[in-house]
């Protein structure tokens, strides 16, 4: 695992209390909220690696978290951009399932992103990819001499509600599953 990307593309919307979430509370079209940035392993250096050296969870549990542990030369990357696209204030900590089965969270401040990462498989070494749509939360930044370790949390989710405003984001296959405006003639 020598990459992990961090997208953006999300339909941008704005609450409606009179109706149901449909596409009509949403623009057509995707919203690219942050530039593309990666975590990229650059050398077997140990002192100069800034890729993820560790992953625990699963792009196919869908319920629980993943984390992707650095070392070394990652806060940059934080400072740049992860500490803008993570959501701050989330709502009980982790998203929540509601009766459609979508997994939505909600937050102060923060982004949705599509994350993506390859691994190797078990049965001959082929690289497989994933991908999943998720709020970000970086949970460890920490300097200890010359050592630096980052860990970031992303649990996947559909929708991210802000708290305190009318402003709604979407997955674009969320969007795609969204109901689009009832006629009645």
Same mark, same amino acid.
């Given at each position: ?8 593309? #999300?339909?941008?919307? &704005?609450? @409606?209390?009179? &109706? @149901? ?5 949403? $623009? ?16 077997? @250096? ?14 196919n549990l869908w319920d629980a978290p993943i984390e992707f542990t650095v070392e070394r030369s990652a806060r940059d990357v934080v400072t740049? %951009? ?7 204030? +989330? +709502? $009980? ?5 509601? +009766? ?14 599509? #994350? ?13 990819? %994933? ?7 970086? &949970?460890?930044? &920490? ?5 630096? !370790? ?7 989710c559909c929708a991210l509600f802000m708290t305190g405003t009318n !402003? #709604? %984001?979407? !997955? ?10 009832? %006629?009645?003639?």
């Amino acid at each position: 695992m020598a990459t992990v990307t961090f997208s953006s593309g #999300v339909h941008a919307g &704005t609450r @409606d209390a009179s &109706t @149901d979430m449909e596409q009509a509370w949403f $623009n057509g079209s995707t919203t690219a909220q942050f530039p593309t940035f990666s975590l990229t392993s650059v050398s077997v @250096d140990v002192k100069s690696r800034t890729g993820p050296q560790a992953v625990s969870g699963h792009a196919n549990l869908w319920d629980a978290p993943i984390e992707f542990t650095v070392e070394r030369s990652a806060r940059d990357v934080v400072t740049d %951009f992860l500490a803008f696209v993570a959501v701050k204030g +989330l +709502l $009980n900590g982790r998203p929540f399932t509601t +009766l459609s089965g979508w997994r939505d969270a909600v937050a102060q401040a923060g982004y949705l992103a599509n #994350v993506s990462w390859t691994e190797r498989r078990n049965d001959g070494g082929a690289a497989e990819s %994933f991908s999943v749509w998720g709020v970000v939360l970086v &949970t460890n930044a &920490t300097v200890r001499g010359a050592r630096e !370790t980052l860990q970031i949390l992303v649990w996947p989710c559909c929708a991210l509600f802000m708290t305190g405003t009318n !402003t #709604v %984001f979407v !997955t674009p296959d969320c969007y795609d599953d969204l109901p689009g405006e009832i %006629f009645i003639s």
